[in-house]
Protein backbone atom coordinates (compact mmCIF):
# COMPACT_ATOMS: atom_id res chain seq x y z
CA UNK A 1 0.00 0.00 0.00
CA UNK A 2 1.56 3.36 -1.32
CA UNK A 3 1.98 6.01 1.65
CA UNK A 4 -0.06 8.82 0.98
CA UNK A 5 1.27 12.32 1.85
CA UNK A 6 -0.84 14.59 2.76
CA UNK A 7 -0.38 17.68 1.10
CA UNK A 8 -2.18 21.58 1.85
CA UNK A 9 -1.89 24.77 -0.74
CA UNK A 10 -1.71 28.39 0.34
CA UNK A 11 -2.41 30.86 -1.75
CA UNK A 12 -5.67 30.17 -4.56
CA UNK A 13 -4.58 32.46 -7.41
CA UNK A 14 -4.75 31.39 -10.95
CA UNK A 15 -1.02 29.39 -10.27
CA UNK A 16 -2.65 27.17 -7.57
CA UNK A 17 -5.10 25.22 -9.79
CA UNK A 18 -1.77 23.31 -11.79
CA UNK A 19 -0.67 22.43 -8.48
CA UNK A 20 -3.91 20.95 -7.32
CA UNK A 21 -4.11 19.29 -11.03
CA UNK A 22 -0.85 18.04 -10.79
CA UNK A 23 -0.51 16.83 -7.38
CA UNK A 24 -4.30 15.10 -7.88
CA UNK A 25 -2.48 13.01 -10.36
CA UNK A 26 0.00 11.32 -8.15
CA UNK A 27 -1.16 8.11 -6.27
CA UNK A 28 1.63 9.24 -3.27
CA UNK A 29 -0.34 12.45 -2.49
CA UNK A 30 -3.72 13.99 -1.70
CA UNK A 31 -5.16 17.49 -0.98
CA UNK A 32 -6.68 17.60 2.50
CA UNK A 33 -6.92 21.86 2.37
CA UNK A 34 -6.36 24.80 0.80
CA UNK A 35 -6.26 28.08 2.08
CA UNK A 36 -6.45 31.56 1.24
CA UNK A 37 -6.86 34.85 2.74
CA UNK A 38 -10.14 35.73 0.78
CA UNK A 39 -12.07 32.62 2.22
CA UNK A 40 -14.07 32.90 -1.27
CA UNK A 41 -10.90 32.21 -3.37
CA UNK A 42 -10.44 29.31 -1.16
CA UNK A 43 -14.12 27.73 -1.41
CA UNK A 44 -14.07 28.46 -5.13
CA UNK A 45 -10.81 26.46 -5.52
CA UNK A 46 -11.99 23.58 -3.37
CA UNK A 47 -15.21 23.30 -5.19
CA UNK A 48 -13.85 22.95 -8.58
CA UNK A 49 -11.22 19.95 -7.23
CA UNK A 50 -13.20 18.74 -5.03
CA UNK A 51 -11.27 19.09 -1.97
CA UNK A 52 -13.13 18.81 1.18
CA UNK A 53 -11.52 21.36 3.93
CA UNK A 54 -10.71 25.09 3.26
CA UNK A 55 -9.57 27.64 5.31
CA UNK A 56 -8.59 31.41 5.31
CA UNK A 57 -5.84 31.13 7.94
CA UNK A 58 -2.93 29.22 7.62
CA UNK A 59 -2.03 28.95 11.03
CA UNK A 60 -5.29 27.17 11.54
CA UNK A 61 -5.05 24.84 8.30
CA UNK A 62 -1.57 23.86 9.60
CA UNK A 63 -2.83 22.82 13.00
CA UNK A 64 -6.19 20.95 11.60
CA UNK A 65 -5.12 19.43 8.79
CA UNK A 66 -0.93 18.29 9.90
CA UNK A 67 0.06 17.88 6.47
CA UNK A 68 3.16 16.54 5.12
CA UNK A 69 3.74 18.81 1.97
CA UNK A 70 3.13 22.54 1.84
CA UNK A 71 2.97 24.22 -1.29
CA UNK A 72 3.22 28.03 -1.49
CA UNK A 73 1.83 30.13 -3.83
CA UNK A 74 1.18 33.67 -2.47
CA UNK A 75 2.95 36.49 -3.66
CA UNK A 76 6.16 35.94 -3.08
CA UNK A 77 6.66 39.00 -0.17
CA UNK A 78 4.94 36.37 1.99
CA UNK A 79 7.09 33.57 0.99
CA UNK A 80 9.65 33.08 3.79
CA UNK A 81 7.08 33.85 7.07
CA UNK A 82 4.63 31.50 5.21
CA UNK A 83 7.36 29.01 4.05
CA UNK A 84 8.54 29.20 7.68
CA UNK A 85 5.98 28.73 10.15
CA UNK A 86 4.81 25.09 7.32
CA UNK A 87 8.82 24.25 8.10
CA UNK A 88 8.17 25.36 12.24
CA UNK A 89 4.75 22.79 11.51
CA UNK A 90 7.20 19.62 10.48
CA UNK A 91 6.42 20.52 6.49
CA UNK A 92 8.30 19.41 3.52
CA UNK A 93 8.15 22.84 1.14
CA UNK A 94 7.62 23.63 -2.65
CA UNK A 95 7.25 27.48 -2.96
CA UNK A 96 6.52 29.02 -6.12
CA UNK A 97 9.00 31.41 -7.76
CA UNK A 98 10.15 33.89 -7.09
CA UNK A 99 11.74 32.20 -3.83
CA UNK A 100 12.00 35.20 -2.17
CA UNK A 101 12.10 39.08 -2.64
CA UNK A 102 15.70 38.82 -1.78
CA UNK A 103 18.67 36.74 -1.93
CA UNK A 104 19.33 37.36 2.16
CA UNK A 105 15.59 35.64 2.89
CA UNK A 106 16.61 33.20 0.39
CA UNK A 107 19.77 32.08 2.56
CA UNK A 108 17.44 32.63 5.74
CA UNK A 109 14.54 30.55 4.37
CA UNK A 110 17.28 27.68 3.25
CA UNK A 111 19.32 27.31 5.92
CA UNK A 112 15.76 27.30 8.64
CA UNK A 113 14.56 24.69 6.38
CA UNK A 114 18.38 22.76 6.35
CA UNK A 115 18.39 23.09 10.21
CA UNK A 116 14.94 21.44 10.88
CA UNK A 117 15.66 19.02 8.15
CA UNK A 118 12.86 19.67 6.13
CA UNK A 119 12.24 18.96 2.39
CA UNK A 120 12.73 22.28 0.19
CA UNK A 121 12.48 23.30 -3.38
CA UNK A 122 11.64 26.01 -5.96
CA UNK A 123 9.12 25.86 -8.82
CA UNK A 124 11.50 25.87 -11.69
CA UNK A 125 9.58 23.77 -14.36
CA UNK A 126 10.84 24.43 -16.96
CA UNK A 127 13.93 23.00 -15.56
CA UNK A 128 11.91 19.33 -15.99
CA UNK A 129 10.07 19.98 -19.09
CA UNK A 130 10.53 17.39 -21.88
CA UNK A 131 13.30 19.64 -23.87
CA UNK A 132 15.16 20.69 -20.47
CA UNK A 133 15.48 16.46 -19.61
CA UNK A 134 16.10 15.42 -23.22
CA UNK A 135 18.81 18.01 -23.57
CA UNK A 136 20.29 16.81 -20.31
CA UNK A 137 20.41 13.31 -21.06
CA UNK A 138 22.30 14.38 -24.91
CA UNK A 139 24.64 16.30 -22.02
CA UNK A 140 25.59 13.52 -20.44
CA UNK A 141 25.80 11.20 -23.30
CA UNK A 142 28.67 13.96 -24.78
CA UNK A 143 26.99 14.74 -27.51
CA UNK A 144 27.55 18.25 -27.04
CA UNK A 145 30.94 18.46 -25.69
CA UNK A 146 32.19 20.51 -23.58
CA UNK A 147 29.64 24.15 -23.29
CA UNK A 148 30.99 26.87 -23.84
CA UNK A 149 28.15 29.37 -24.04
CA UNK A 150 24.34 29.16 -23.44
CA UNK A 151 21.66 31.96 -24.81
CA UNK A 152 18.20 31.65 -22.73
CA UNK A 153 15.11 33.65 -24.31
CA UNK A 154 11.63 34.09 -22.46
CA UNK A 155 9.07 36.07 -24.29
CA UNK A 156 6.37 38.02 -22.51
CA UNK A 157 3.25 38.88 -23.20
CA UNK A 158 2.30 41.94 -21.70
CA UNK A 159 -1.88 42.22 -23.75
CA UNK A 160 -1.87 38.46 -22.15
CA UNK A 161 -3.86 37.20 -18.85
CA UNK A 162 -1.20 37.60 -16.56
CA UNK A 163 0.22 40.49 -18.27
CA UNK A 164 -3.29 42.59 -18.35
CA UNK A 165 -3.59 41.91 -14.78
CA UNK A 166 -0.49 42.98 -14.11
CA UNK A 167 -0.78 46.47 -16.25
CA UNK A 168 -4.46 47.03 -15.59
CA UNK A 169 -3.90 46.78 -11.29
CA UNK A 170 -1.29 49.85 -10.12
CA UNK A 171 -1.04 48.18 -6.66
CA UNK A 172 -0.64 44.46 -8.30
CA UNK A 173 1.78 42.54 -6.23
CA UNK A 174 4.42 42.81 -9.00
CA UNK A 175 4.60 46.43 -8.40
CA UNK A 176 6.13 46.19 -5.24
CA UNK A 177 8.80 43.55 -5.70
CA UNK A 178 12.76 45.18 -6.41
CA UNK A 179 12.74 43.63 -9.65
CA UNK A 180 9.21 44.20 -11.28
CA UNK A 181 8.25 41.98 -13.64
CA UNK A 182 11.54 41.00 -14.14
CA UNK A 183 11.88 39.47 -10.48
CA UNK A 184 8.28 37.51 -11.54
CA UNK A 185 9.94 35.97 -14.66
CA UNK A 186 13.52 35.50 -14.94
CA UNK A 187 13.88 32.62 -12.86
CA UNK A 188 12.47 31.16 -16.32
CA UNK A 189 15.84 32.50 -17.71
CA UNK A 190 18.55 31.84 -15.23
CA UNK A 191 17.60 28.45 -14.10
CA UNK A 192 18.77 26.81 -17.84
CA UNK A 193 21.69 28.96 -17.23
CA UNK A 194 23.41 28.04 -13.95
CA UNK A 195 23.61 24.00 -14.82
CA UNK A 196 26.28 25.14 -17.14
CA UNK A 197 27.92 28.19 -15.43
CA UNK A 198 28.65 26.67 -12.61
CA UNK A 199 30.24 29.52 -10.46
CA UNK A 200 28.62 30.60 -7.79
CA UNK A 201 29.21 34.55 -8.54
CA UNK A 202 29.96 35.05 -12.46
CA UNK A 203 30.75 38.44 -13.31
CA UNK A 204 27.15 39.55 -14.48
CA UNK A 205 26.73 42.81 -17.11
CA UNK A 206 22.97 44.18 -17.35
CA UNK A 207 21.06 46.24 -19.41
CA UNK A 208 17.02 47.12 -18.82
CA UNK A 209 14.80 49.70 -20.46
CA UNK A 210 10.99 50.69 -20.55
CA UNK A 211 10.21 50.21 -24.49
CA UNK A 212 6.45 51.09 -24.37
CA UNK A 213 5.28 54.39 -24.57
CA UNK A 214 4.69 56.06 -20.92
CA UNK A 215 0.52 56.38 -20.33
CA UNK A 216 -0.88 55.74 -17.43
CA UNK A 217 1.06 58.52 -15.72
CA UNK A 218 1.80 56.58 -12.19
CA UNK A 219 4.31 53.42 -10.95
CA UNK A 220 3.50 51.46 -13.83
CA UNK A 221 4.98 53.46 -16.67
CA UNK A 222 8.26 52.70 -14.77
CA UNK A 223 8.16 49.27 -15.29
CA UNK A 224 10.96 48.04 -17.38
CA UNK A 225 9.80 45.55 -19.75
CA UNK A 226 13.55 44.80 -21.86
CA UNK A 227 16.27 42.60 -20.48
CA UNK A 228 19.57 41.98 -21.65
CA UNK A 229 21.74 39.96 -19.25
CA UNK A 230 25.50 38.52 -19.85
CA UNK A 231 27.28 36.74 -18.10
CA UNK A 232 30.92 35.53 -17.75
CA UNK A 233 31.81 32.39 -15.51
CA UNK A 234 35.31 30.74 -15.05
CA UNK A 235 34.64 28.52 -18.24
CA UNK A 236 31.01 29.01 -19.73
CA UNK A 237 29.49 32.44 -20.56
CA UNK A 238 25.95 32.83 -21.29
CA UNK A 239 23.20 35.42 -22.47
CA UNK A 240 19.57 36.29 -21.51
CA UNK A 241 17.04 37.84 -23.34
CA UNK A 242 13.93 39.22 -21.40
CA UNK A 243 11.35 40.43 -24.14
CA UNK A 244 7.58 41.88 -24.09
CA UNK A 245 7.84 42.66 -27.44
CA UNK A 246 9.26 40.52 -29.76
CA UNK A 247 6.89 38.33 -31.30
CA UNK A 248 6.18 35.53 -31.44
CA UNK A 249 6.60 35.52 -27.75
CA UNK A 250 9.22 32.56 -28.05
CA UNK A 251 10.79 30.51 -25.24
CA UNK A 252 14.07 28.67 -26.05
CA UNK A 253 17.39 28.03 -25.38
CA UNK A 254 20.47 27.12 -27.38
CA UNK A 255 23.80 25.49 -26.13
CA UNK A 256 26.89 25.69 -27.86
CA UNK A 257 29.00 23.17 -27.16
CA UNK A 258 32.66 21.83 -28.67
CA UNK A 259 31.42 19.60 -31.13
CA UNK A 260 26.99 20.94 -31.75
CA UNK A 261 25.23 23.02 -31.06
CA UNK A 262 21.24 22.34 -29.17
CA UNK A 263 18.43 24.26 -29.10
CA UNK A 264 15.31 23.32 -26.96
CA UNK A 265 12.14 25.14 -27.86
CA UNK A 266 9.69 24.85 -24.81
CA UNK A 267 6.85 26.25 -26.76
CA UNK A 268 6.76 24.20 -29.81
CA UNK A 269 8.44 21.06 -27.19
CA UNK A 270 11.40 20.16 -29.47
CA UNK A 271 14.98 19.61 -29.34
CA UNK A 272 17.14 19.89 -32.17
CA UNK A 273 20.86 19.80 -33.48
CA UNK A 274 22.83 21.95 -35.35
CA UNK A 275 25.97 19.76 -36.64
CA UNK A 276 29.57 20.37 -38.38
CA UNK A 277 28.80 19.60 -42.11
CA UNK A 278 30.76 16.51 -43.44
CA UNK A 279 30.54 16.57 -46.83
CA UNK A 280 32.11 19.25 -49.55
CA UNK A 281 31.10 22.56 -49.31
CA UNK A 282 28.41 23.11 -51.77
CA UNK A 283 26.62 19.71 -50.71
CA UNK A 284 27.64 20.28 -47.19
CA UNK A 285 25.47 23.29 -47.38
CA UNK A 286 22.50 21.88 -49.47
CA UNK A 287 21.89 18.89 -46.77
CA UNK A 288 21.68 20.58 -43.37
CA UNK A 289 18.11 21.94 -44.23
CA UNK A 290 16.87 18.13 -45.03
CA UNK A 291 18.78 16.91 -42.03
CA UNK A 292 16.58 19.94 -39.84
CA UNK A 293 13.37 18.78 -41.28
CA UNK A 294 13.54 15.37 -40.55
CA UNK A 295 14.85 16.29 -36.58
CA UNK A 296 11.80 18.37 -36.54
CA UNK A 297 9.40 15.30 -38.32
CA UNK A 298 10.70 13.42 -35.01
CA UNK A 299 10.31 15.91 -32.71
CA UNK A 300 6.69 15.92 -33.79
CA UNK A 301 6.18 12.34 -33.66
CA UNK A 302 7.41 12.04 -30.28
CA UNK A 303 5.03 15.45 -28.97
CA UNK A 304 1.50 13.02 -31.03
CA UNK A 305 2.81 10.16 -28.66
CA UNK A 306 3.09 12.68 -25.41
CA UNK A 307 -0.18 13.46 -26.36
CA UNK A 308 -1.91 9.97 -26.72
CA UNK A 309 -0.53 9.02 -23.67
CA UNK A 310 -2.28 12.49 -22.03
CA UNK A 311 1.65 13.75 -21.13
CA UNK A 312 1.58 16.59 -23.89
CA UNK A 313 0.31 19.60 -21.40
CA UNK A 314 1.18 23.03 -20.47
CA UNK A 315 2.39 21.40 -17.04
CA UNK A 316 4.35 18.61 -17.86
CA UNK A 317 7.92 20.17 -16.52
CA UNK A 318 5.25 20.98 -13.15
CA UNK A 319 4.25 17.04 -12.96
CA UNK A 320 7.86 15.88 -13.22
CA UNK A 321 9.58 18.38 -10.56
CA UNK A 322 6.39 17.25 -8.31
CA UNK A 323 6.46 13.93 -8.70
CA UNK A 324 10.28 14.07 -7.83
CA UNK A 325 9.90 16.52 -5.13
CA UNK A 326 7.59 13.97 -3.61
CA UNK A 327 9.92 11.34 -4.33
CA UNK A 328 12.74 13.10 -2.41
CA UNK A 329 9.96 13.04 0.36
CA UNK A 330 9.33 9.25 0.13
CA UNK A 331 12.85 8.06 -0.33
CA UNK A 332 14.50 10.53 1.72
CA UNK A 333 16.71 11.61 -1.43
CA UNK A 334 18.06 15.13 -2.49
CA UNK A 335 15.33 17.75 -3.99
CA UNK A 336 15.10 17.66 -7.14
CA UNK A 337 16.96 21.20 -6.88
CA UNK A 338 19.74 22.05 -5.29
CA UNK A 339 19.95 24.41 -2.86
CA UNK A 340 23.13 25.57 -4.03
CA UNK A 341 21.42 26.46 -7.06
CA UNK A 342 18.41 27.99 -5.76
CA UNK A 343 21.03 30.19 -3.94
CA UNK A 344 23.57 31.28 -6.92
CA UNK A 345 19.65 32.50 -8.63
CA UNK A 346 18.68 34.37 -5.94
CA UNK A 347 21.94 36.07 -5.95
CA UNK A 348 21.80 36.68 -9.53
CA UNK A 349 18.74 38.43 -9.33
CA UNK A 350 19.88 40.43 -6.83
CA UNK A 351 22.54 41.95 -8.94
CA UNK A 352 20.92 42.16 -11.83
CA UNK A 353 18.14 44.39 -9.70
CA UNK A 354 20.91 46.44 -8.17
CA UNK A 355 22.44 47.21 -11.87
CA UNK A 356 19.02 48.30 -12.80
CA UNK A 357 18.46 50.01 -10.08
CA UNK A 358 21.86 51.81 -10.36
CA UNK A 359 20.94 52.71 -14.26
CA UNK A 360 17.79 54.25 -13.23
CA UNK A 361 19.49 56.48 -10.64
CA UNK A 362 22.16 57.83 -13.78
CA UNK A 363 19.14 58.10 -15.97
Same mark, same amino acid.
Given at each position: ?????? /?????????????????????????????????????? %?? /????????????????????? !?????????????????? %?? @??????????????? #??? /??????? %?????????????????????? =????????? $????????????????????????????????? =????????????????????????????????????????? @??? @????????????? *???? %? #?? +?? *?????? +???? $?? =??? &??????? !??????? &?????? &?????????????? $?????????????????? *???????????????? #??????????????????????? $? !????????????? *?
Amino acid at each position: MINKLK /TAIVGCGQIADGHISEIQKLDCAEIVGVCDLEILMAEQ %AA /TRFGISRYYDKFGEMLEKENP !DVVHITTPPQSHLSLASA %AI @DAGCHVYVEKPFTPT #YDE /TVKLIEH %AEEKNRKLTIGHIYFFDPPALA =LREMVSRGT $MGEPVHVESFYGYNLAGPFGKAIMSNSTHWVHN =LPGKLFQNNIDHLLNKIIEFVDDEQPLIKVFGKVQRTSRLG @DIR @DEMPDELRVMIQG *SSTS %A #YA +TF *SSHIKP +TAHF $MR =LYG &TKNIAHA !DFVARTL &TLEQEP &TLPSAIGRLLPAFN $MGKQYKREGWKNVRRFLR *SDFHFFAGMHNLVSRF #YDSILLDTPPPISHRDIRRIGWM $M !DEIFRQLEEQVKK *S
